[in-house]
């Protein structure tokens, strides 16, 4: 199955400086990468994803990128404010019906 | 927030007996799925079900079970909660077609002493 590594667990950051997260995966067949964030005490939503036919896509604030030969995908987010903490996921495909594996989760902590 | 509904949202229990969790979902999506959510382990799949009364287990199935009966309804049993099953869960849901979106329900958090 996938195996799915996500770096740094925790990152704080000024506001207005960017954040970067990272995420290595381990099947060079995957070709869907999203990324979900989860506010405290809240359930895990999607921000954005990237298929494996781009090497980025942005959304105002947030981009992904994506190094299909390296086999990672990283989450960026510039111009941070406070309402960006959160815990971020990453995750991959793994197998067949819809299922996907989730990186450990980075805390992101914005500091006003 | 798409159609979820998860209950009971917060239970506490006693080791050895038997809990029942619940997903109810509106949207008519044919994948459903259980996960637990542990400090340090992000989320972990347990069981899915990728259609009525078909389902799977996932990474961390031993001493869970589930049902689907209906297209709405995913359950998630514990036979006999240990006090290592003390975590919050989320049922989550995704359409047949897609990439691998899913959408979460408000969790439950669930506490066995």
């Known amino acids: 199955g996938e195996n799915v590594e996500q770096h740094p667990s925790t990152l704080s950051v000024q506001e207005g400086d960017s954040a970067v997260i990272k995420c290595t995966y381990s099947d060079s067949a995957s070709n869907y990468f999203p990324w979900y964030k989860q506010e405290l005490g809240k359930r895990p939503q999607l921000i954005i994803d990237i298929r494996s036919n781009v090497g980025e896509k942005k959304d105002q604030r947030i981009a992904v990128t994506l190094n299909k030969t390296a086999k990672h995908f990283s989450l960026h987010i510039t111009e941070t404010q406070p309402e960006d903490s959160a815990v971020y996921f990453c995750?991959?495909?793994?197998?067949?019906?819809?299922?996907?594996?989730f990186g450990t989760g980075t805390k992101l902590q914005v500091i006003p | 927030d798409a159609g979820i509904t998860q209950s009971p949202r917060h239970k506490v229990t006693e080791t050895g007996t038997p809990v029942t969790l619940r997903c109810h979902q509106t949207e008519n999506h044919r994948y459903m799925y259980w996960y637990r959510q542990d400090p340090g382990h992000g989320l972990r799949l347990i069981h899915y079900s990728y259609g009525v009364k078909d389902t799977d287990k996932g990474e961390v199935s031993d001493g869970y079970s589930v049902s689907r009966s209906k297209t709405e309804d995913f359950l998630l049993t514990l036979e006999s909660a240990t006090s290592s099953q003390t975590s919050v869960y989320f049922c989550?849901?995704?359409?047949?077609?897609?990439?691998?979106?899913?959408?979460f329900g408000a969790g439950t958090r669930l506490s066995v002493l």
């Open positions: 995750a991959a495909p793994s197998g067949g019906y819809q299922k996907v594996t």
């Open positions: 989550a849901i995704s359409p047949a077609r897609g990439f691998n979106i899913q959408y």
